[in-house]
Each structure stands twice: as structure tokens, then as C-alpha cells.
């Protein structure tokens, strides 16, 4: 599944800032006999360095769990239970809450990076603007430094409730409420950070022009416009899967991507279109992967909305809300806005 990455400087691991005080009260309160840590691709090697900490200072196996995870529907949470691992820390994905299930507990992960100059070229650009501030895990604790900036620039600033697992301002890859809720209330989005993935979601989710502000680079970017290339592709893929007699429909295996009850009826509106439909279940959902299926003319999978959007597949490759404008397309109705909902599953 391929995302954005954090493309700085070496310096930038120096920002990132790990709760190790709360892992290790959670550790002296447990006593585990051995844990397991996991986060983002781009914070790996400094959870590399909290897992020696631990081993330093408990004398207990410290497992770093490496493969990629994106988010809490995918913690890896078998991983550390084949491990035998007592607790998971999973880092960096913060959410209104601090475990999601049993053994496991998130660990907030903040990045320390100063958004001043770049909040100042953003009050340049959107003058008096109405707008709304949204952004990912690690830059929830700017949101009121920035909004301080833009409101003492003439900016209008609101800031979205948070729903579900978001908190205010937050937003994930495929959900999108805080932005949402304001779409009649605001003339754009203001993203904090580097991710054009999360900021392209929310244009997308709102059709509103939405901008990147990024610290590293010190620079203001309209995303807009590769959010609706990225709608293009999307709308081109339900009008390709049209066509196809015979789909696959994929259930992700991975513990927050388990959508069967979807999957199955799909596959039933599907079968009842006259359409030849086999299920599948995949944990990681690949061109590659699927290029050992045979007799599949195009695949609905219901694991990851982001993973049809942001990949290029041989094949039409349906997320949840294409496959719903697909069945919409199928009974003549308008798949208009199919995708401006604040959460893509």
C-alpha cells in the first residue's frame, strides 16, 4: 500500500518526541515479561531506541515489530501475540482513546517541528479566508499555536469536533469528520504537516480547496488539484469495473480491516446484477498479489478505501465508497459526490 513519506532532513528524527514516560509507568505497573513496540515507517528508528531503554532499564525482550503499520485498524497485534509478547505499545497513532483492545496500548508521538514562518506565508496567501485547521497524530498539540497565528493574521479559524476515534482537528487517511462538519461553514482547509495523503483525503471529502502547510520545507501548497486527479482515477476505475462480468471481492485480513458483512453483500448486489462474484481475503492487498488471481475482470475490496485511490492496479481495484457509486452506475442513479463523506468505509 503505498503513502507519502516524510521527505526532510536527517535532523528531522531529533524532532520526534516519544511518550517513554508512560511506557514506562505502564511497564513498572505490569511487569511484563516481555513487550512488543510498533509505529509509522518514519519513526521506526527512534522506537528502535525506546525498545533499548526498555531492555536497558527492565532487563526484558523488547521486540520491535517492523513491518509497516498504517494506522489502528492495523496495529499487527498478531505479531506480537506469536511473539508471546505481555504488552504491544503501538506508537504514534494517537487517538480519543488509549487501547483500542486488550494488550495493547498507544503511545502518543508528537514532532516538536515550529510551524511560525510557515503559518505567516499561510495568512499571506488566504488573507481573510475563513477556514478550518485539521491534522494527523503527531501535530495535534500546534493546532491552537497555529490558530493563534492565523486569527492574529484576519483569519477566520474554526476547528472541527472530533467523532468516533478523532479528536478535534484530527483527521485520518479515509476518515474525516472535524473537516466535514464544517464544509458549509468554511472557504478551505488548512492541513498541518507533510501528508499529502491525509490532505488529499480531506479535499476529497469536502471539495474544498485545501492546503498543505509544511514546517519542513516552509512552504504553502494547494493540494486541490492532485486530490481531484486522484478523484479522476478513482471515478475512471467504477466506469471500467461497469463493464466487467466477472469481479473478485477481497475481506482484508488485517484486525480492523475485517468488513465480511460488506464483502457479503456486495457480492449478493453483484450475483444480483447478473455478475459472476468469488471471494477473497488478503492481508496485504497488492497489483502484484492479484496478478496470481486468474478470471477476475475487476475486485471490490473492502480493507482499505486508500488503497484503490493511491495504487495503480492492472485491473479495476473498487474501494468501498466506488463500489457503492458502482451499484449506484449499475441502476442508472447519479454517482455525484460519491466520495464527500466524512468516512470512507
Given at each position: 500500500?503505498?503513502?507519502?513519506?516524510?521527505?526532510?532532513?536527517d535532523?528531522?528524527?531529533?524532532?520526534?518526541?516519544?511518550?517513554?514516560?508512560?511506557?514506562?509507568?505502564?511497564?513498572?505497573?505490569?511487569?511484563?515479561?516481555?513487550?512488543?513496540?510498533?509505529?509509522?515507517d518514519?519513526i521506526?528508528?527512534?522506537?528502535?531506541?525506546?525498545?533499548?531503554?526498555?531492555?536497558?532499564?527492565?532487563?526484558?525482550?523488547?521486540?520491535?515489530?517492523?513491518d509497516?503499520?498504517?494506522?489502528?485498524c492495523?496495529?499487527?497485534?498478531?505479531?506480537?501475540?506469536?511473539?508471546?509478547?505481555?504488552?504491544?505499545?503501538?506508537?504514534?497513532?494517537?487517538?480519543?482513546t488509549?487501547?483500542?483492545?486488550?494488550?495493547?496500548?498507544?503511545?502518543?508521538a508528537?514532532?516538536?517541528?515550529?510551524?511560525?514562518?510557515?503559518?505567516?506565508?499561510?495568512?499571506?496567501?488566504?488573507?481573510?479566508?475563513?477556514?478550518?485547521?485539521?491534522?494527523?497524530?503527531?501535530?495535534?498539540?500546534?493546532?491552537?499555536?497555529?490558530?493563534?497565528?492565523l486569527?492574529?493574521?484576519?483569519?477566520?479559524?474554526?476547528?472541527?469536533?472530533?467523532?468516533?476515534?478523532?479528536?478535534?482537528?484530527?483527521?485520518?487517511?479515509?476518515?474525516?469528520?472535524p473537516?466535514?462538519?464544517?464544509?458549509?461553514?468554511?472557504?478551505?482547509?488548512?492541513?498541518?504537516?507533510?501528508?499529502?495523503?491525509?490532505?488529499?483525503?480531506?479535499?476529497?471529502?469536502?471539495?474544498?480547496?485545501?492546503?498543505?502547510?509544511?514546517?519542513?520545507?516552509?512552504?504553502?501548497?494547494?493540494?486541490?488539484?492532485?486530490?481531484?486527479?486522484?478523484?479522476?482515477?478513482?471515478?475512471?476505475?467504477?466506469?471500467?469495473?461497469?463493464?466487467?462480468?466477472?469481479?473478485?471481492?477481497?475481506v482484508?485480513?488485517?484486525?480492523?480491516?475485517?468488513?465480511?458483512?460488506?464483502?457479503?453483500?456486495?457480492?449478493?448486489?453483484?450475483?444480483?446484477?447478473?455478475?459472476?462474484?468469488q471471494?477473497?481475503?488478503?492481508t496485504?492487498?497488492?497489483?502484484?498479489?492479484?496478478?496470481?488471481?486468474?478470471?477476475?475482470?475487476a475486485?471490490?475490496?473492502?480493507?482499505c478505501p486508500?488503497?484503490?485511490?493511491?495504487?495503480?492496479?492492472?485491473?479495476?481495484?473498487?474501494?468501498?465508497?466506488q463500489?457503492?457509486?458502482?451499484?449506484?452506475?449499475?441502476?442508472?442513479?447519479?454517482?455525484?459526490?460519491?466520495?464527500e463523506?466524512?468516512?470512507?468505509?
Open positions: 500500500m503505498t503513502r507519502f513519506k516524510l521527505i526532510v532532513p535532523s528531522y528524527l531529533g524532532m520526534i518526541i516519544i511518550d517513554e514516560a508512560r511506557i514506562f509507568e505502564i511497564i513498572k505497573e505490569k511487569s511484563p515479561v516481555s513487550v512488543s513496540l510498533n509505529g509509522p518514519g521506526l528508528p527512534r522506537v528502535q531506541e525506546t525498545a533499548v531503554r526498555i531492555s536497558e532499564e527492565f532487563g526484558i525482550p523488547a521486540y520491535v515489530l517492523a509497516t503499520t498504517w494506522g489502528t492495523d496495529l499487527n497485534t498478531n505479531g506480537s501475540k506469536v511473539l508471546g509478547a505481555d504488552i504491544q505499545f503501538n506508537i504514534g497513532h494517537t487517538i480519543n488509549e487501547s483500542p483492545e486488550n494488550g495493547v496500548v498507544l503511545i502518543d508528537f514532532d516538536d517541528v515550529e510551524f511560525d514562518a510557515v503559518a505567516a506565508k499561510c495568512v499571506k496567501m488566504l488573507e481573510k479566508a475563513t477556514v478550518s485547521l485539521v491534522t494527523d497524530s503527531q501535530h495535534l498539540r500546534q493546532v491552537d499555536r497555529v490558530r493563534e497565528i486569527e492574529g493574521g484576519g483569519l477566520v479559524v474554526k476547528i472541527g469536533s472530533g467523532k468516533g476515534q478523532l479528536n478535534d482537528g484530527q483527521v485520518f487517511g479515509c476518515e474525516f469528520y473537516a466535514t462538519a464544517l464544509k458549509e461553514e468554511v472557504d478551505a482547509y488548512v492541513f498541518l504537516g507533510q501528508s499529502n495523503f491525509h490532505a488529499a483525503g480531506v479535499a476529497l471529502a469536502t471539495n474544498r480547496p485545501t492546503y498543505v502547510l509544511d514546517p519542513y520545507f516552509n512552504e504553502v501548497r494547494e493540494i486541490t488539484e492532485f486530490a481531484q486527479k486522484l478523484k479522476k482515477k478513482a471515478t475512471l476505475a467504477v466506469c471500467k469495473a461497469a463493464e466487467a462480468k466477472s469481479f473478485g471481492v477481497i482484508g485480513l488485517k484486525e480492523g480491516q475485517l468488513s465480511k458483512v460488506f464483502a457479503l453483500r456486495i457480492k449478493k448486489e453483484l450475483e444480483d446484477a447478473g455478475k459472476k462474484v471471494l477473497f481475503a488478503l496485504d492487498i497488492t497489483n502484484e498479489r492479484l496478478q496470481n488471481l486468474r478470471g477476475i475482470e475486485f471490490v475490496q473492502v480493507a486508500r488503497i484503490s485511490t493511491d495504487n495503480r492496479f492492472d485491473v479495476p481495484v473498487l474501494s468501498t465508497p463500489a457503492k457509486a458502482l451499484l449506484k452506475m449499475m441502476r442508472g442513479e447519479s454517482i455525484e459526490g460519491y466520495l463523506i466524512p468516512h470512507w468505509l
